[in-house]
């Protein structure tokens, strides 16, 4: 049961556009979401992270929004940059529970100059 | 400041040989440590985790164990690689259980 789920495998963009990256979740337990940039052959790298008590939080040119009501969150990049291009990981857990981050299949973001 | 060490970085092992994968945490203590694993073309799976020495927990069955000999230190292990275990390996640590996870560099297993 995929709990966490990143229906979009690939996203291709044009720089200085923005990058809109979907997640959906099944789990209403979660309590807070993350988000990960990973390059080939290297560890995820923390971008961002919201509250459920929060429906949006920016970082620079980070965005993430959840909706809780339809349990989607999404990562917005604006504008998007060439070096931006890299996989990106949907995350979530919840209270209680270790710390334990249950993650999507990654969508590959690709930004052409 | 905090960083994680995880080695080797790539490893090709024969199937039904044996494996150990460490990795080290430095400028934290008691840390959650976890082992995760992705497939190819797959997202990353929890495949266990510690919040203590000598605390494992396992999230799925597997060919595989870990273990937690010192505060900082956590070690992935088999006895006989099977073709399947092939993958990227990830050591992680939080702070606590509210916090976000911080990735080591990753070893890249194939089994031959």
């Known amino acids: 049961d995929q709990q966490v789920k990143q229906n979009s495998p690939s996203l291709s963009v044009q720089e200085g556009r923005i990058s809109i990256l979907n997640c959906d979740y099944t789990?209403?337990?979660?309590?807070?979401f993350l988000w990960y940039k990973k390059y080939p052959a290297e560890g995820p790298t923390f971008l961002i992270s919201?509250?459920?008590?929060?429906d949006k939080n920016e970082d620079g040119r980070f965005t993430v929004f959840l909706n809780k009501s339809a349990k989607h969150l999404s990562l917005h990049i604006v504008p998007s940059q060439p070096g931006d291009s890299a996989v990106y990981f949907c995350?979530?857990?919840?209270?209680?529970?270790?710390?334990?981050?249950?993650f999507g299949q990654g969508t590959t973001l690709q930004v052409k100059p | 400041s905090q960083t994680i060490h995880q080695w080797p970085a790539t490893l090709v092992q024969p199937v039904g040989s044996p494996l150990s994968l460490e990795c080290t945490v430095e400028?934290?203590?008691?840390?959650?440590l976890y082992w995760y694993r992705q497939a190819a073309g797959r997202g990353l799976q929890l495949l266990f985790y510690?919040?203590?020495?000598?605390?494992i927990s396992s999230e799925v069955p597997q060919n595989l164990s870990a273990s937690r000999p010192q505060d900082r230190q956590f070690i992935l292990s088999s006895k006989k690689l099977l073709l399947s275990d092939s993958g990227f390996y990830l050591c992680?640590?939080?702070?606590?259980?509210?916090?976000?996870?911080?990735f080591g560099q990753g070893t890249r297993l194939t089994v031959v």
């Open positions: 992680a640590w939080t702070v606590n259980a509210d916090t976000e996870a911080f």
């Open positions: 789990n209403s337990m979660f309590d807070y």
């Open positions: 919201i509250s459920s008590i929060k």
């Open positions: 995350a979530a857990k919840y209270s209680g529970n270790t710390g334990k981050l249950i």
């Open positions: 400028g934290t203590s008691n840390p959650n």
């Open positions: 510690s919040v203590g020495i000598g605390q």
